[in-house]
């Protein structure tokens, strides 16, 4: 296994509070991700990092910010979660080499529930 | 946007061989074929990839046509425990892993 944990694993939370979700790895695995996962819309990407400080968006940014100030954490903050941000979000690390990153190692997911 | 188009579902007996197919019909030259598997709210598990040789592994294989335009998942032995929601993707180089709706398999007693 590549050594991979998401906190909290499930979180409920009020419209308009911010959340932070953290992805940790135990190993030196450049490339992190976050996913959110919703029925009908199955996985998406919402951002990821090549690097510490070095980030990019996905799909589905709006509403979401990340950092990686260092290589074994990459955090989520939702800075006023909505409603709409209920979902299962699930952080991925590649274990492929750089210039193949599409093996992924995948968490067990954070549910998050915004009321 | 998904590169890749497959069933919405397929059924299996148990013990029999499971056949996923994918067409990636605008595939190019330096992209891979991945598949992952996701079982019932687990997170995507990675299966094998291939660029243009078949490929083998503990867990399945997979048949990458000549022209690279399609592919076939294989699990040799289906069990109920691979009942899951089975994706193929296309992806090149650095890029990011983009999953479409997948093909759930269901394996049957």
């Known amino acids: 296994d590549a050594g991979i944990t998401q906190s909290p694993r499930h979180k409920v939370t009020e419209t308009g509070t911010p959340v932070t979700l953290r992805c940790h790895q135990t190993?030196?695995?450049?490339?992190m991700y976050w996913y959110r996962q919703d029925p009908g819309h199955g996985l998406r990407l919402i951002h990821y990092?090549?690097?510490?400080?070095?980030?990019d968006k996905g799909e589905v940014s709006d509403g979401y910010s990340v950092s990686r100030s260092k290589t074994e954490d990459f955090l989520l903050t939702l800075e006023s979660a909505t409603s709409s941000q209920t979902s299962v979000y699930f952080c991925a690390i590649s274990t492929g080499s750089n210039k193949n990153t599409g093996e992924l190692f995948f968490g067990e997911g954070s549910r998050l529930t915004v009321l | 946007d998904a590169k890749t188009t497959q069933p919405t579902s397929m059924d299996c007996a148990e013990g029999r061989a499971a056949n996923l197919p994918c067409n990636h019909s605008t595939i190019s030259g330096n992209e891979y074929v991945y598949w992952y598997r996701q079982i019932h709210s687990q997170g995507p598990q990675y299966i094998i990839h291939?660029?243009?040789n078949n490929e083998t592994n503990e867990m399945a294989s997979l048949i990458i046509t000549e022209d690279r335009k399609s592919s076939t998942l294989i699990l040799p032995h289906a069990t109920l425990r691979d009942t899951a929601v089975y994706y193929c993707i296309v992806q090149g180089g650095s890029e990011k892993l983009v999953f479409g709706k997948g093909t759930k398999l269901t394996v049957n007693p």
């Open positions: 291939g660029l243009k």
């Open positions: 190993e030196n695995h450049r490339y």
């Open positions: 990092s090549y690097g510490v400080k070095d980030t």
